[in-house]
């Protein structure tokens, strides 16, 4: 089975704060995404990656950025987190028929 | 008009009963479809996976996928507590760099004793 990890379940920051999400797939997939999900608005892409140090931005780049060092990670980052990022932030990877796989979610918290 | 629409819900059914869940999308270039169920708070699982139009069946669960209507449908039957849950529906075109996957907001479902 595929398995997507994601570094907390759950996080409370600060306005100003730089954030880390990391996220870890375990089937060597070339492709990893970074979305949020909030009421309303469903899942909105904010980055992915289709190799390592590869990125494109999706539909909401803005105030965040990614990094993928090896094929394994990818994480997001919040550079200066504001109270409008407080979301709930999934990481997946994609198979071999465009199917993606999801982790847990994080949960952060922006006060 | 929305690439893809899914009706939000709620919907409640009894133990027991068939439960259909459907998509409507816009672009013709869709060939992927998925069906995710999302426990509250919990990530996103992948249920079905069907390639261009047809049927495929997983137990309780049968998608179909009709691309001449550009509708999608899962179907669940015997449907148990336990199926309560968000579905969402979701599609990419094929291949390439067209790996992208478009969502439904999804159809929040209780299965009620």
């Known amino acids: 089975d595929v398995k997507v990890t994601q570094s907390s379940r759950y996080l409370v920051k600060r306005t100003g704060e730089k954030v880390f999400l990391e996220c870890v797939q375990d089937?060597?997939?070339?492709?990893m995404f970074w979305y949020r999900q909030d009421p309303g608005l469903g899942l909105r892409l904010i980055y992915f990656?289709?190799?390592?140090?590869?990125?494109e931005k999706g539909d909401i780049p803005e105030g965040y950025s990614v990094s993928r060092e090896k094929k394994e990670r990818f994480s997001l980052i919040l550079e200066s987190a504001s109270t409008n990022q407080t979301s709930m932030y999934l990481c997946?990877?994609?198979?071999?028929?465009?199917?993606?796989?999801f982790g847990p979610g994080t949960r952060l918290t922006v006060l | 008009q929305k690439e893809v629409e899914q009706d939000p819900g709620p919907l409640s059914v009894p133990e027991g009963a068939i439960v259909s869940l459907n998509c409507t999308y816009s672009?013709?270039?869709?060939?992927?479809f998925m069906w995710y169920r999302q426990y509250s708070r919990k990530g996103p699982e992948l249920l079905m996976y069907?390639?261009?139009?047809g049927n495929k069946e997983d137990g309780r669960f049968t998608a179909q996928v009709d691309k001449s209507s550009k509708y999608i449908s899962l179907f669940i039957r015997d449907s148990q507590p336990s199926d309560s849950a968000t579905y969402l529906c979701?599609?990419?075109?094929?291949?390439?760099?067209?790996?992208?996957?478009?969502f439904g907001k999804g159809t929040l479902l209780t299965v009620n004793p």
């Open positions: 997946a990877s994609k198979g071999g028929h465009n199917e993606q796989f």
């Open positions: 089937m060597d997939h070339e492709n």
């Open positions: 990656s289709y190799d390592v140090k590869m990125k």
């Open positions: 672009n013709s270039a869709f060939q992927y």
């Open positions: 069907t390639y261009s139009s």
């Open positions: 979701a599609m990419s075109e094929s291949g390439g760099s067209n790996y992208k996957l478009t």
